[in-house]
């Protein structure tokens, strides 16, 4: 591709890109959100066409008219989201649209199934064509998808952040079978904020910043570091100085806490936990061992089905999310998309969705524009959320935009507790320093801050203290500074069946 | 998960939010859009029909279906008589309109208007014709006040339900509209019947009578009806109440996290809905018909849910629908006599509209208006949401 150019109204999205790519090579496309790689890719793959620039195929310049047009040219590519049907098996997915037939009535389908195994084992996998993708997990299904770009003969396959929604083992293996795609000569542009996955998979790194190409370098030439400031334009401080904390009285004291799902199921068993004002106390943990549930009852949605909470010596168990919000307990939302923001809201009533009804932005029953819009104001500028207009629908704001929105919102006012579950996930590196640099301020100013998060780096980068919850349980309290992160994988992995828990329970205040 | 890159087609909504504020001039385009097409749509479908009747009819006139609207519009808005009359018929639609509307907004799909208004009509009817002896400042307020009431005792069965039991309100409300027939009939025909009548019949409400201020017709309850559009504009859009039933329905998940509490507010708004729906069946009782019939029948609560529709869900929008109904109600007499055209020929093109409006798809296609340019039609997802979609 070759001086690329896309312009959208207001903005250039690709500004005389050039990338090529060779054949059998993984190319990582690096830039952080909104930096124009979609909107590269979507040239290629004939979702848009561009203003200016060509594109070569095997040195023969070619206009690419549409997907179908892509995929007869060997071209293709795997969404972020998938596009597959839950309903159909494996092998209905691959062939839709491209169905072979055995006659003008029927498909073949022990044609299909027989080159669907074939395809499979030739990148070291076994396929049952017949499964259904709804049973899938989210790693097999992101295979069938693979399978059906190759199935289409491609030579050049597009991956869209392959890995956000995979586990670290997941990802070990869709990378051997990207290994292997390469060697038979397929190309591969992998694109990813992840810095470290990409220094791992790719033979060459492209960077793009706000629409162009800022460099270019192979894996053993450089460093995330270095990745990192390319991306972003400046250095960034990939670990943010935490400095010193100087933690004072418990604020938070969860004893013996019982909560339940959905399901009446009891996931939190007896959990106790204590977070002392300006300290940052992390939870590590795989998702799903009872998290979402301990930070649903701190706040108020859930019910505890035992135990006790207090705040700064109070009893605040069962009390309502309002309650305890006026209160001074904070959260940041681990899905701003559900729980954190109303999108088709704009960022000035975002801003005031808890406070709606206080001084000065209510009085009485009437809501007090000018207060409202003061605050958006105040918001948008204080954490850099970069928008055309307080009026604007918090929907259109990047990822990490809308992050700073919610970040700017639940650090307001002065705060006893503030609660933060996964503050940083999904966004880009700049914004994870921005929102750590903001909450260790905030620790500074002596909130009692409990970060939960799935990524055990942001724990042990973040917090004083850190817990490693394990099946509703907190298997171990452990110093961050001295923690040694294998032990707390395995922790976060097995509960901990060993001499760990010991050391653990020693380092432990 | 992570964000997609941001692309300046990739917004669901539209970048700027109208609601609160007056929009652009090219905002009103892009809003009022589709509905306006639809109606168009709505009308060219009528014209057809009308067209091919006439051919099986034998009575073939290619100009038919321009003389006939050109009747209908003169009948609705050609003198002054005929924009009373327009405005008295749309007079319940917009309150009805403003039931559903309310209930759009809180992601509720409110099909109980025409129950709550039945309702609320029976409530006037019968608190009328029992304090029709008394002086007409204390009668008046007290019919329409228990229309009210009693409205919104008939929107707050299917909240409660739907709060406390998670019983959906598409079902109960439409269940609820079966009920509230069945209840007229045996409270007319019995404790509500009037004394020494020859039919099935209140008993006339003679004080509680809304005065007349213009026309022949022109009651009070017109009033109360524009009256309530900049209210409901002013609830949804500059109260904390109105704030909360907006983000309810926008997100009730968010909601619950900013410490609303959706169950609450979807209470409040269905017998908020409810009491706009009796209020615009006591507006009639009182206003026009002056005692209520056992065999009582109106389509306004289901007309109300177009209304709503071609209004977008919006108090001005809703304004405009229920005129637009009103005029076709008003001009359809007209119509008849002098294109021989049957005023039948108004629920066909209500139908269409509605139609158009619900395809949008359709209609987007035709104009070829993408997604991302026009503003989502919020209140269209909560009808296919609320029809036991997967949300």
Not at chain 1, 10 to 27: S, T
Not at chain 1, 375 to 402: M, P, Y
Not at chain 2, 154 to 164: D, Q, R, S, T, V
Request: hydrophobic letters at 45%.
């Amino acid at each position: 591709m070759r001086g690329i150019t896309k312009r959208y109204p207001g903005v250039v999205a690709n500004d005389q890109i050039d990338l090529d790519v060779r054949p059998g090579e993984i190319h990582a496309l690096l830039g952080e959100n909104g930096a124009g790689k979609s909107t590269l890719m979507n040239i290629l793959y004939g979702l848009a066409a561009p203003d200016a620039g060509e594109i070569r195929l095997g040195g023969k310049p070619v206009t690419i008219d549409g997907p179908a047009d892509a995929i007869a040219r060997g071209i293709s590519m795997v969404h972020q989201h998938f596009m597959l049907v839950p309903v159909l098996s494996i092998a209905e997915n691959i062939l839709l649209g491209e169905e072979p037939m055995a006659n003008p009535v029927f498909l073949d389908r022990a044609a299909a199934h027989s080159r669907i195994r074939a395809l499979g084992h030739t990148f070291g996998f076994d396929v049952d064509p017949e499964l259904k993708v709804g049973s899938l997990s989210v790693g097999w299904q992101q295979r069938v998808e693979i399978l059906k770009a190759l199935y289409r003969n491609a030579n050049i396959l597009v991956l869209d952040e392959p890995t956000a929604v995979l586990t670290p083992q997941e990802t070990t293996e869709i990378f051997s079978v990207l290994r292997r795609l390469a060697q038979e000569g397929t190309s591969i542009i992998f694109i990813s904020h992840k810095l470290y996955e990409v220094l791992e998979i790719a033979d060459r790194i492209t960077v793009i910043r706000r629409g162009r190409v800022v460099g270019s370098r192979t894996p053993s030439e450089t460093t995330e570091d270095e990745l990192a400031a390319m991306m972003v334009g400046r250095g960034v401080q990939l670990v943010v100085e935490r400095g010193e904390s100087h933690p004072g009285e418990p604020m938070l004291q969860v004893d013996e806490l019982h909560v339940g799902d959905d399901k009446g199921r009891e996931v939190v068993h007896g959990l106790s936990v204590e977070v002392r004002r300006g300290e940052i106390f992390g939870i590590a943990g795989v998702v799903g061992n009872g998290q979402d549930e301990l930070v649903e009852a701190l706040v108020g949605l859930r019910r505890p089905l035992g135990g006790r909470v207090r705040l700064d010596g109070r009893d605040i168990t069962g009390m309502s999310p309002r309650r305890l919000h006026r209160m001074g307990i904070a959260v940041v939302p681990a899905d701003r998309h559900r729980f954190g923001l109303v999108l088709s809201f704009p960022i000035t009533d975002n801003c005031v969705l808890n406070d709606y009804a206080e001084p000065p932005y209510a009085r009485g029953m009437v809501r007090s524009e000018e207060a409202i819009r003061e605050r958006a104001r105040e918001a948008v500028s204080a954490f850099d959320i970069r928008t055309h207009s307080i009026d604007a629908v918090a929907g259109t704001l990047s990822g990490g935009n809308q992050q700073k929105l919610v970040v700017a919102r639940e650090f307001e006012g002065n705060l006893r507790l503030l609660i933060l579950d996964q503050p940083t996930r999904g966004l880009d590196v700049g914004s994870i320093e921005f929102i750590h640099r903001q909450a260790i301020a905030k620790r500074d100013d002596g909130t009692a801050i409990l970060l939960v998060s799935a990524e055990l780096d942001e724990v042990l980068e973040l917090s004083d203290r850190v817990g490693v919850m394990y099946r509703g349980r907190m298997v171990a309290v452990v110093d961050a500074r001295s923690a040694n992160r294998e032990d707390i994988g395995l922790l976060m992995a097995t509960g901990g069946k060993t001499d760990v828990i010991a050391d653990a329970a020693e380092a432990a205040p | 998960m992570t964000e997609p890159d941001r692309t300046p087609a990739a917004g669901r909504t539209s970048g700027r939010a109208w609601r609160g504020r007056i929009p652009s001039p090219g905002g009103i385009v892009r809003i009022a859009l589709i509905p306006v097409a639809s109606v168009v749509a709505g009308l060219l479908v009528g014209g057809v029909i009308m067209l091919l009747s006439s051919l099986a009819t034998g009575g073939f006139n290619i100009a038919l279906p321009l003389v006939a609207y050109s009747s209908l519009f003169t009948a609705a808005f050609g003198s002054i008589n005929g924009i009373f009359f327009t405005l008295i018929s749309a007079t319940p639609l917009i309150l009805g309109g403003l039931a559903v509307g309310i209930g759009f907004k809180a992601g509720l799909f409110n099909i109980g208007a025409q129950g709550q208004y039945l309702i609320g009509a029976l409530g006037a009817a019968g608190v009328g014709a029992a304090v029709s002896g008394a002086p007409a400042v204390a009668a008046i307020p007290v019919a329409l006040l228990a229309g009210a009431a009693c409205g919104a005792a008939w929107g707050f069965i299917p909240g409660a339900l739907k709060a406390w039991t998670g019983a959906h309100e598409v079902v109960t409300t439409i269940m609820l509209n079966f009920i509230a027939s069945a209840v007229i009939a045996y409270l007319v025909t019995g404790p509500l019947l009037a004394p020494g009548a020859s039919f099935a019949q209140t008993g006339p409400v003679g004080n509680a009578e809304l005065p007349i201020l213009f026309g022949s017709q022109g009651h009070l309850g017109v009033l109360i009806a524009l009256a309530a559009v900049p209210a409901t504009w002013w609830l949804l859009w500059k109260s904390t109440l109105g704030f909360e039933i907006r983000t309810v329905g926008a997100n009730p998940d968010a909601a619950r996290y900013a410490g609303m509490r959706p169950a609450v507010i979807t209470i409040l708004t269905l017998s908020l809905c409810g009491m706009l729906a009796g209020l615009a069946g006591a507006g009639q009782i009182l206003g026009i018909t002056h005692f209520m019939q056992a065999s009582y029948g109106t389509a306004i609560g289901f007309d109300s849910i177009s209304v709503a529709l071609i209004g977008r869900a919006h108090p001005v929008g809703i304004l405009f629908g229920a005129l637009l109904f009103g005029a076709m109600r008003a001009g359809s007499g007209l119509m008849q006599i002098s294109a021989g055209v049957p005023s039948e020929i108004i629920d066909v093109i209500q139908a269409s509209i509605l139609l158009f409006l619900a395809a949008d798809v359709l209609v987007r296609r035709l104009l070829r208006v993408r997604r991302a340019e026009g503003v989502e039609l919020e209140e269209l997802q909560t009808v296919s949401r609320t029809y036991g979609g997967t949300h």
